[in-house]
T-cell receptor, first 109, second 112 residues
Framework: SQQGEEDPQALSIQEGENATMNCSYK?????LQWYRQNSGRGLVHLIL?????REKHSGRLRVTLDTSKKSSSLLITASRAADTASYFC?????????FGPGTRLSVLP | DGGITQSPKYLFRKEGQNVTLSCEQN?????MYWYRQDPGQGLRLIYY???????QKGDIAEGYSVSREKKESFPLTVTSAQKNPTAFYLC???????????FGPGTRLLVL
């Protein structure tokens, strides 16, 4: 598959713990984005990281990109119950983005 | 209040019927997109439009049609040729292709 693939498919953690999700891809990218989707809702953009960047932060979120390994990771620190959602990486492919199947994160109180 | 809106929230289609999903944005974005999402899966691109009066097929365009007569609007018609239309449909927009996309709340289409 040429899609970005997230790993794991599902993740359950306790509130306050850190959550790490990974995204792998097979062909070169322009940039990579991470999105969050609450159940039955639209996607919310979290972070865009360009191919010449290695790390970006936004609040409790940290995204890394390793182009040599064709992978990216999303770290959510000090998780909260409100972080419960599906998280998708979107890999830039040509003129568009290809979305992976997502990681379903459950943060238990 | 800027944003991207979709209507209706739920839509029911009868066999053989065409239905149209609305997508409007006031973000002054040039590019607009339609995605389909099936339960537990990622998004698949149906159609996209880079500018007014231009649109391109995505990965799963068969059974769908679009128009882009105005910058703000990008309606999607699910035709009777789409044999498995039940899904969650998401519209998005961005300033340009390969830029951050902003999503609407989605329309859930169900078949009666």
């Amino acid at each position: 598959s040429q899609q970005g693939e997230e790993d794991p498919q599902a993740l359950s953690i306790q509130e306050g713990e850190n959550a790490t999700m990974n995204c792998s891809y097979k062909t070169s990218i322009n940039n990579l984005q991470w999105y969050r989707q609450n159940s039955g809702r639209g996607l919310v953009h979290l972070i865009l990281i360009r191919s010449n960047e290695r790390e970006k932060h936004s609040g409790r979120l940290r995204v890394t990109l390793d182009t040599s390994k064709k992978s990216s990771s999303l770290l959510i620190t000090a998780s909260r119950a409100a972080d419960t959602a599906s998280y998708f990486c979107a890999r830039g492919r040509g003129q568009n983005f290809v979305f992976g199947p997502g990681t379903r994160l459950s943060v238990l109180p | 209040d800027g944003g991207i809106t979709q209507s209706p929230k739920y839509l029911f289609r009868k066999e053989g019927q065409n239905v149209t999903l609305s997508c409007e944005q006031n973000l002054n974005h040039d590019a607009m997109y339609w995605y389909r999402q099936d339960p537990g899966q990622g998004l698949r691109l149906i159609y996209y439009s880079q500018i007014v009066n231009d649109f391109q097929k995505g990965d799963i365009a068969e059974g769908y049609s679009v128009s882009r007569e105005k910058k703000e609007s990008f309606p999607l018609t699910v035709t009777s040729a789409q044999k498995n239309p039940t899904a969650f449909y998401l519209c998005a927009s961005s300033f340009g292709l390969r830029e951050t996309q902003y999503f609407g709340p989605g329309t859930r289409l169900l078949v009666l």
